[in-house]
Each structure stands twice: as C-alpha cells, then as structure tokens.
C-alpha cells in the first residue's frame, strides 16, 4: 500500500493549532512506518482551508491517489475547514477505491469501523446533493411562478415576450385536460392518444405526444403548485 500524505497551515492555523508543517509530516510518517507502506508528502503552506480546489497541494495529493492507496492527514482540519468539500473529497477518495486515514479522529478506513465512518459521510454527501437538487427545483418553480424565462426554450402552455413568460390560452387548456386526466387515473399513453385524438399540437407543431413529454409537463406543472400552494 501506498500513503499519501497531506499537511496544510495557515498562518492562523499556526497560531490556534500549534501544529507546524513539521509535525504533521512527523506523525504521517510515524503511521506509514508501522505500516510498512512508502509515503508520499503533499503540503500547503500559509493557504487556507476553506476552498479545496484553490490548493495546489492537496490537488496534486489526490492526484497521487490510486487504487489499494490511503490519503492520510494530521486531522481533518487540515484536510478541509469546510464539511462540503471534505464530503467531496471522500467522494473522489471512494471513485478510485481508496481509503482516507485521519489520525487526529482516529478515522482509518482500512479497517471496517472506518469503512462504516466513510460510509457514513458518503450518505452526509447525497443528502447535500439532494438539498441542492431541492433548491434548484425551487428556484426554477419561482421563475415560472414570476414568469420569468427558465432556459433555452418556453415551455409548453406559455409564450415569451421581451424575456417573460405568459400563459398561451391554447396551450394552457391541453395543459389543463393533462393534469384532469391524469388526477382521474388515466395512464400516460391514454393521455398521449386523447390529446392526438383532439388534434392538439406540440410546440413545434408535431401532433405527435409521447409519454415522456407529457410527465415532464405534468411535473412542472404539479412542483409550481406544490410549492405555491
């Protein structure tokens, strides 16, 4: 097994920590030794730990990372101040099957209790992917909700004008017998036949419906509702 090793101090980390650069890299190689791995030491000097990706040493540590390897810090305030990129981190560290040693924390996940603390944080990650899949969904219910433009086409059952969205008469009625039938239990492709069967046209004019299009009608349609209720 390879170690690669990551040691980071700011200048106030330097003050409020008292552990210098020195030992940290002191304690890393203290743990490869009893492990009998070869180590690799990554560091930063004087850079903070707030943003992960503005680090050159901790970029080029993970790169060093492979398979079977561990990514070992002093703690994991030193890994990251902030819990969304230390999150992001164990997500690249999981991709390439490698393990990440804290010796602060005492997290080590080459061993099964630091596998269930990796798996642990993993979960923490796809709920933060989930909040922000929220907050997205959210915002754009609040463009439509305002009418306001939500990307590169208008949707179906509105038509723009000078950068606004506005209901089209037309289309909000085909909108409306979507969600009528739908709410009354009928399929997706039922309802795909109805709005061919009354001659109603797509955007662009094609009178032919599939179920995909109408579910992504119906779901935007049902989030504004949902969410402005």
Not at 117 to 142: G, K, P, Y
Not at 161 to 187: C, F, I, T, W
Request: with cysteine; glycine share 8%.
């Amino acid at each position: 097994m390879k170690a690669v090793g990551y040691i980071r101090v700011s200048t106030q980390g330097q003050v409020d920590d008292g552990v210098s650069l020195a030992a940290q890299e002191s304690k890393i190689q203290a743990r490869a030794t009893v492990n009998d791995a070869d180590v690799i030491i990554h560091r930063d000097e004087g850079i903070s730990g707030k943003r992960y990706e503005n680090r050159p040493g901790l970029q080029a540590a993970l790169g060093k990372v492979g398979k079977g390897d561990a990514l070992v810090v002093y703690s994991l305030s030193r890994l990251s101040r902030s819990t969304k990129d230390t999150l992001t981190i164990a997500d690249e560290l999981a991709k390439k099957d490698a393990d990440l040693v804290s010796l602060s924390e005492k997290i080590d996940t080459t061993s099964a209790a630091g596998k269930m603390v990796f798996r642990m944080l993993a979960v923490l990650s796809e709920f933060e992917r989930d909040q922000i899949s929220d907050r997205t969904r959210f915002a754009l219910a609040h463009k439509i909700k305002n009418g306001e433009k939500t990307g590169g086409y208008v949707p179906f059952g509105y038509q723009v004008n000078a950068g606004k969205l506005y209901p089209d008469v037309g289309e909000q009625k085909a909108v409306k017998l979507m969600l009528s039938l739908r709410k009354k239990g009928h399929s997706l492709n039922e309802i795909c036949r109805a709005l061919e069967a009354a001659g109603i046209p797509r955007k662009l004019g094609s009178r032919e419906w599939l179920p995909v299009i109408v579910q992504r009608i119906i779901n935007r349609e049902n989030q504004v509702t949902k969410i402005w209720a």
